[in-house]
């Protein structure tokens, strides 16, 4: 999945006779209110995935984006003062025409297709994505969620795909997200890439072995409503919403859903991005981080830019099967800082500083993996942070990257536990060095500011919850826009503490 988040390719599925009632529109009951969640319940457990080996997918798949698949997704030439481009070996892009100043729209673009995650339910509308108190279930599931009768309807083209499977299986309806948009995509009937062979089988064995666990899982949800393409376009398109799939996340970075947004999957890497995405209910919108001149190329990041060149790179050719030559992949200027390490009067030894480097990037995956693995306790997850963080602790500053990680995922379970004072303790210790680390205008940043902000607040500690959410608003006016309804609510929050 495009833009910082790995999405979790799970593809459990459990045999369960299949058949339900047939499909009418069903009608809202009177709203039976599943209580907000918000603001203030922070902490869940991260729920990342990542593929460890190298995949030999061919090139071409990159290239080969959501647009061949998507008929309709064509970037309108009536977007003023961006123009695609195709520059020789690097690929397509996007350019601007015109200047952009910090915290400009560039351009927005409506979801081609959305799903909202399992676990928002409730949260938001299913349809516009918006945030409300008082949604409205449907009648026959009680499972999807709406403002109105109107989303309600907008929405049953998409639903209906799932309202009377989620009877039919009960409990064991679990398709994964991957699944569940792919099902979606499908639907629309988009015109099918028919690839050839030598492409689907170019894609390594590990992300096969995961698309084929979700062919199957579309095929066992999905098959009353769907007719499936050849099982080689499946693959294919898997390996395509992989690529070009983007994470809707909320304002503390809590993913709500996965998208796909045809235009701005055109936009390129870099590790110095021109520009950062948002969301504002289901559509993407694309601001200026930098000040921007006619001719440049708009450029977003697609990974988490905490972690030094090596791992990033990493994580490219993982996921997206390039690497990165942008001024800071090529200068390595933050790297230093990013690991840093104690300062002793006799030196540390290189060799056990790189010895630590592989511990610490092995404590990355440890965490992954149980967390990934649902039934750890948090009582683990907080040893597995605690753990590695003495050991690393010896060598390591407090602002190294792996330090920060292990804080920040400890943040995380602290929040889950509803320990505040834990989480606390540790969100100071992470802001200034992401201040440091992170690019000025950086939705890591001011998340955590908002987390802190909130959780001071939640301690009545007032003037210092003030003073974060401020921080978090100067941000979030550059990457969501002032007039954001995650600003006006915030601005809200501000102004009765007062
Ligand atoms: C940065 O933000 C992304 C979500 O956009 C999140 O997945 C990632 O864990 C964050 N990284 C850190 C170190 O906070
Ligand atoms: C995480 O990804 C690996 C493949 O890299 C897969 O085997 C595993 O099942 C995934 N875990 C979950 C919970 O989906
Ligand atoms: C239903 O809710 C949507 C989204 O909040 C709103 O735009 C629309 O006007 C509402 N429709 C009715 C009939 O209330
Ligand atoms: C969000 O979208 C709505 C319409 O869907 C639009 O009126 C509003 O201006 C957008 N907000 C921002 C901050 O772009
Ligand atoms: C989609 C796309 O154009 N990707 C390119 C982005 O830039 C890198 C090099 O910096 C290319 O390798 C990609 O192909
Ligand atoms: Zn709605
Ligand atoms: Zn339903
Ligand atoms: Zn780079």
Redesign the pocket.
């Known amino acids: 999945m495009r833009v910082k988040t790995f999405f979790l390719f799970s593809f459990f599925f459990f045999f369960f006779p299949g058949g339900g009632p047939s499909d009418p529109l069903p009608t809202v009951p009177p709203p039976p209110l599943k209580p907000r969640l918000r603001p203030c319940i922070i902490g869940r457990l991260t729920r990342h995935n990542v593929t460890e080996t190298l995949p030999s997918l061919v090139p071409q798949l990159t290239e080969v984006c959501v647009r061949d698949i998507v008929k309709e997704g064509t970037m309108k030439e009536s977007i003023e003062g961006i123009e695609r481009f195709d520059s020789p070996g690097k690929g397509r892009g996007l350019r601007v025409t015109k200047a952009f100043k910090v915290g400009e729209?560039l351009f927005?673009c409506p979801a081609y297709s959305c799903v909202l995650s399992v676990k928002e339910r409730g949260c938001y509308c299913e349809f516009c994505f918006n945030r409300k108190e008082r949604l409205a279930r449907c009648g026959k599931c009680k499972k999807a969620f709406y403002c109105n009768a109107s989303c309600q309807k907008g929405d049953w083209a998409m639903h209906k795909l799932e309202c009377s499977a989620m009877i039919a299986f009960g409990e064991n309806w679990c398709p994964s997200e991957t699944v569940r948009l792919v099902a979606r995509i499908l639907a629309k009937k988009p015109v099918y890439l028919y690839p050839s062979v030598s492409d689907v089988e170019d894609i390594d064995n590990k992300r096969r072995e995961m698309n084929e666990g979700d062919i199957a899982g579309l095929h066992h949800f999905y098959s009353k409503h769907l007719d499936f393409p050849d099982h080689s376009d499946l693959l294919l398109l898997f390996s395509q919403v992989a690529c070009n799939g983007f994470t809707v996340e909320d304002e503390e970075l809590y993913h709500m859903g996965t998208a796909l947004y045809p235009d701005v999957a055109l936009i390129n890497h870099s590790c110095l991005p021109s520009v950062i995405v948002t969301y504002?209910?289901t559509?993407a919108?694309v601001r200026a981080v930098q000040d921007m001149n006619p001719g440049d190329e708009v450029l977003i990041s697609y990974i988490d830019l905490l972690y030094p060149t090596d791992d990033r790179n990493d994580r490219l050719r993982e996921s997206y099967y390039f690497t990165c030559d942008c001024q800071e992949c090529k200068t390595k200027s933050k790297d230093k800082v990013k690991l840093k390490v104690h300062k002793r009067s006799d030196p540390i030894n290189p060799e056990v500083i790189s010895n630590m480097v592989r511990y610490g990037r092995n404590a990355v995956r440890e965490f992954r993996a149980a967390n990934l693995d649902s039934h750890a306790p948090p009582s683990e997850l907080l040893e597995i942070c605690e753990r590695s963080l003495d050991k690393m602790g010896a060598v390591f500053d407090d602002s190294n990257v792996y330090m920060l990680h292990m804080m920040y995922q400890a943040m995380g379970v602290c929040l889950y536990m509803e320990d505040l004072d834990g989480a606390i303790s540790y969100g100071e210790k992470i802001l200034k060095p992401y201040c440091q680390l992170y690019p000025a205008y950086s939705l890591n940043v001011s998340s955590m500011y908002l987390k802190l902000g909130r959780l001071y607040l939640a301690l009545d500690r007032h003037s210092t919850g003030l003073s974060a959410l401020k921080k978090a608003l100067a941000i979030m006016e550059v990457a969501?826009?002032?007039?954001?309804?995650y600003l006006t609510a915030l601005r809200k929050e501000i102004a009765s503490q007062k």
């Open positions: 729209l927005s504002n209910g559509m919108e969501h826009g002032k007039d954001h309804q």
